[in-house]
């Protein structure tokens, strides 16, 4: 089994993006995440996939209904913080503000707990990991935002779901699926990477992992899967990692589904 996530943010939440950064002016932008979230939900609800979505707190204020959707469909709903701030730009209170914030939000709109977290853009970093204790101390069991990359998150981050010890009690992690290649950890199982790999190899190194016992983490955006977006300014290096062969998602999504088996990060994880 393995787990498959949908970070829920709409086309204009994209960490450093001058043009779009401030929440202030965010209202002011067409929504398009309820419809390209029905076109997922949809895809899931046809293979009987229950998954987890991460749900900005911004997008559980400005489309409640969206979120009851999610729920009432029988996917698990946890959290991607309230404004899409990277972990590395907040200070601790910062952090602690905002997750309170995203977990209000989405209690506002639908009843159950949240157990499950994931940081705009993979942020958490080894001078960060302050993070997990306030995690933990509101209710989080598990976080999903470690990335074994030197680019990325570090390293020496660990490549398969373990537990981390916090102050407040243990926090599950289950951290990008990545390949060894060359001595480097590579992804492939969302993004750009997916939208670059060939779908066969992304398959066969997922059941690769699978037949040693473990479960790989797969997560899509829906503005991938939305070619008529707007575009906004970025430097050509982030507009190539953030625009770049959008069609391939839906497919290769669409594949994934029909040849392997998935769940919820909760359920895979156990917690
Ligand atoms: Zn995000």
């Known amino acids: ?12 939440h994209v960490c450093g993006a001058g043009e779009t950064a401030d929440p202030m002016q ?13 076109t997922i939900l949809s895809l899931l609800g ?7 979505f991460f749900v900005l707190g911004y997008v559980a204020e400005r489309e409640p209904e969206l979120i009851r959707a999610i729920a009432r469909e029988g996917h698990e ?17 910062e952090f602690e503000a905002d997750l309170a914030r995203s977990l209000d939000a989405i209690s506002a709109a639908v009843a159950g707990t949240v157990v499950g977290y994931r940081a705009p853009e993979w942020s958490i970093r080894p001078h960060t990991t302050w993070a997990f204790p306030i995690l933990r101390k509101h209710g989080i069991l598990y976080d999903s935002s470690m990335v074994p990359l030197t680019r990325m998150g570090d390293r020496s981050y660990p490549r398969l779901p373990c537990r981390l010890a916090t102050a407040y009690g243990e926090i599950a992690e289950f951290p990008l699926t990545t390949v060894r290649c060359f001595g480097e950890n590579l992804p492939f199982t969302g993004g750009l990477p997916m939208r670059l790999a060939p779908y066969f190899y992304i398959l066969s190194s997922i059941r690769r992992l699978n037949e040693r016992g473990h479960p790989a983490l797969v997560y899509v955006h829906p503005w991938e899967f939305d070619s008529e977006q707007p ?37 895979v994880l156990g917690v």
Do not use: C, Q
């Open 231 to 267: 575009k906004i300014k970025l430097p050509w290096s982030r507009r190539f990692m953030h625009y770049f062969n959008l069609a391939a998602t839906p497919r290769k999504f669409a594949g994934l589904l029909e040849h392997l088996r998935f769940a919820s990060v909760r359920e």
């Open 77 to 93: 709903v946890a959290t991607h913080g309230h404004f899409h701030r990277r972990i590395f730009e907040m200070s601790p209170a």
């Open 46 to 52: 046809r293979r009987g996939v229950r998954a987890t």
């Open 26 to 38: 965010w209202d002011a932008y067409e929504s398009r995440v309820t419809r390209n979230t029905h």
């Open 1 to 12: 089994m393995n787990a498959l996530t949908v970070d829920l943010e709409d086309w204009y």
